[in-house]
């Protein structure tokens, strides 16, 4: 069997589990699975259940791909991409049965530890997405990660120990990963905690994208293009719930089109995207989403296109925004 990457941001939102593997059956998924080894191993034990590998890394999809393709495994997938995004968009409350995260990435720099996968929302997030008696694995070599991962645990309302304590430095059921597998060899000790999801209510700040109509807005004004061009500079707005980056602009060659190159930051999604202004006749300018690079219309989109509108109104105190239907 031929095992395909799939890319998280061009999942549904939220994605149908049962649909996407062609049955239903427990989901369990593992984040950042590395070389693929204990996620070919889960998948195997599991066949009753649907796996998901989740990673950032082209190098590790390429390697767990090909371990999969010698492999007849039909329940499990890999996906390209952030493990937030997965969760917070594609993932329904209470759909997800059990998460691994082996041997995190330990940003052992002080500026870099907010880049840490375990935080306070990150085990909000997972919570909202897994049922009560849900699954959460975590394995860690690195004695700072694990001195972290102790008190996020310890503190969470939304998890319990399945062992008794806060972590086992044993654990020999389980398949070995990659990581394992070389701070065993160097005598590093591990710590494995094994926890379920309880009952307390987890507040679901983590809200579904909507997909959204393509955004358009019409401008009248008597600029023409190019004298938007000229004075446009590069500039960052922080608008509610989104930040957008303006960064350049490009006049068209064959047709009267500025395409704006535009950074969104949502979380838990970042788009570099096209927006596009197209003199539609004369006083007449369409600004809209160009749809280079596949964008989702989020709301953030939406608000990147009145923005870019807006500051076109702007230049000229003739200019004003005639329709749109921007959220
Ligand atoms: C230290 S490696 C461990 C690999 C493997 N789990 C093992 O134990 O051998 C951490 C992995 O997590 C992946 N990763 C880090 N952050 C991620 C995220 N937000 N979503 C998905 N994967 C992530 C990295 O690309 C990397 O492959």
Redesign the pocket.
């Known amino acids: 069997m031929q095992h395909h990457v799939w890319l998280v941001n061009r999942l549904p939102w939220p994605t149908d589990w049962a649909a996407f593997f062609g049955r239903e059956a427990p989901l369990l998924v593992e ?5 693929g080894h ?1 996620l070919v191993e889960m998948a195997q034990r599991h066949l009753d259940a649907n796996l998901l590998g ?4 082209n190098p ?1 999809l390429r390697r767990a791909q090909q371990k999969l393709n010698s492999r007849q495994l039909t329940n499990v997938r890999l996906l390209y991409g ?3 995004v997965l969760f917070w968009l594609s993932c329904l409350p209470a759909s997800v049965q059990g998460v691994y995260i ?4 330990p940003w052992p720099k002080l500026a870099h530890q907010r880049r840490r ?1 375990v935080s306070d929302a990150f085990l909000q997030l997972l919570a909202t997405r897994m049922p009560a008696q849900a699954v959460l694995e975590i394995a860690t070599d690195h004695a700072d990660y694990q001195a972290w991962t102790s008190e996020h645990l310890a503190r969470t309302p939304y998890f319990d120990s399945l062992t008794g304590s806060l972590f086992v430095t044993e654990d020999a059921a389980r398949p070995r ?4 597998q070389r701070a065993l060899a160097a005598g590093i000790p591990c710590h494995y905690y094994k926890y379920q999801r309880n009952h307390t209510p987890a507040v679901n700040d983590f809200p579904i994208f909507a997909e959204l109509p393509m955004p358009h807005a019409i401008v009248s004004t008597p600029l023409t293009l190019s004298q938007i061009r000229e004075r446009f500079a590069p500039e960052t707005a922080a608008l509610a719930e989104v930040n957008v980056r303006l960064i350049d602009a490009f006049m068209g060659t064959r047709h009267p089109a500025l395409l704006v190159e535009t950074y969104i930051s949502e979380s838990p999604m970042d788009q570099r995207v096209g927006l596009v202004l197209h003199q539609r006749a004369p006083g007449e300018i369409l600004v809209t989403l160009h749809d280079i690079g596949f964008p989702r219309t989020t709301a953030g989109i939406h608000a990147a296109v009145r923005y870019l509108a807006e500051w076109v109104t702007s230049l000229h105190p003739d200019s004003a925004i005639k329709q749109h239907n921007l959220a």
Do not use: H, Q
């Open positions: 984040i950042g699975f590395g070389g204990f989740v990673e950032i890394s590790s952030d493990a937030w082996n041997f995190p990435d996968l990963t990659k990581y394992e």
